[in-house]
């Protein structure tokens, strides 16, 4: 599939103190992905149309569909009307329990728990974070100077939101979205179809911390998570009890340490 158009440059009139003028202000694309399982339709999300076999990957792995890339069987990215479809063919035996469990999933951009069934589903505990990795305060500094220079999509529209993995010193993967959780799942499969561990390093926020990122950040394993705006408290409840270190309201002078501390070398 050609790579579709990822901002549109929108007709605007700017009015100011001084005056008006006409010109255009880049505005990002948002189209309808759906994640199909077989014949199936189990997910349709409003995302940036980019990077789309890591957001299938991605998303497979944090709404735990799948457990390993391996049992993806095969993955089609194909172009239609009204969108984009993620075409999935899994193992038998994860397709038998995706029969079994399936939900029907609309996830506007902002939302990350759209279509959950249940309460309990809503906030299931998550598997464990036993990584022992440590980072210095410094270099999370770094790592969010460093961010900022890798925002290309986010530099011309100012719309979306950015999740970077750093790594021994320099992020290995940053992915765009117009929502932050569809940026983490693109950022989760990026690292899964690369053969790299989340319990390696940090994952890194451009946006508020709200507990689906806390839940996608358990599933694959990540110990430590840096977000630059503040978390929820359900977040912070969720990441005490897995063992998550949540690090949040992170600026280029201060950072907040909320959970799990002693893996921040002040």
Request: include cysteine; charged fraction near 20%.
């Amino acid at each position: 599939m050609n790579q579709p158009p990822l901002f549109f440059d929108a007709p605007r009139r700017l009015v100011a103190h001084d005056g008006t003028s006409t010109s255009t202000r880049a505005v990002p694309e948002e189209t309808p992905i759906a994640f199909t399982y077989g014949r199936t339709t189990y997910a349709v999300m409003m995302a940036t149309p980019a990077d789309i076999e890591d957001f299938a990957v991605g998303f497979s792995l944090t709404e735990r569909i799948i457990e390993d890339i391996g049992e993806i069987a095969e993955l089609e990215v194909v172009a239609v009307p009204q969108g984009i479809e993620a075409r999935m063919i899994l193992s038998s035996n994860r397709d038998e329990e995706l029969l079994s469990r399936r939900r029907r999933l609309t996830g506007p951009g902002g939302c990350g728990l759209c279509g959950i069934e249940s309460l309990e589903a809503a906030v299931a505990p998550l598997t464990s974070v036993t990584s022992s990795a440590r980072i210095s305060a410094d270099e999370i500094f770094r790592a969010l100077r460093s961010l900022r220079d890798l925002q290309t999509l986010n530099a011309k529209t100012r719309a979306v939101h950015a999740a970077g993995f750093w790594s021994e010193g320099r992020f290995t993967a940053v992915r765009e979205d117009v929502g932050r959780h569809n940026a983490l799942d693109k950022l989760a499969g990026s690292l899964a179809r690369a053969g790299v561990s989340a319990a390696s390093g940090i994952l890194v926020m451009s946006s508020r911390l709200s507990i689906e990122l806390v839940q996608k950040a358990a599933a694959i394993g990540c110990p430590i998570i840096v977000a630059v705006s503040a978390p929820t408290a359900l977040a912070l409840r969720a990441a005490e009890a897995c063992g998550m270190t949540v690090v949040a309201i992170a600026r280029d002078d201060s950072l907040e340490i909320f959970t799990h501390a002693h893996r921040i070398a002040a």
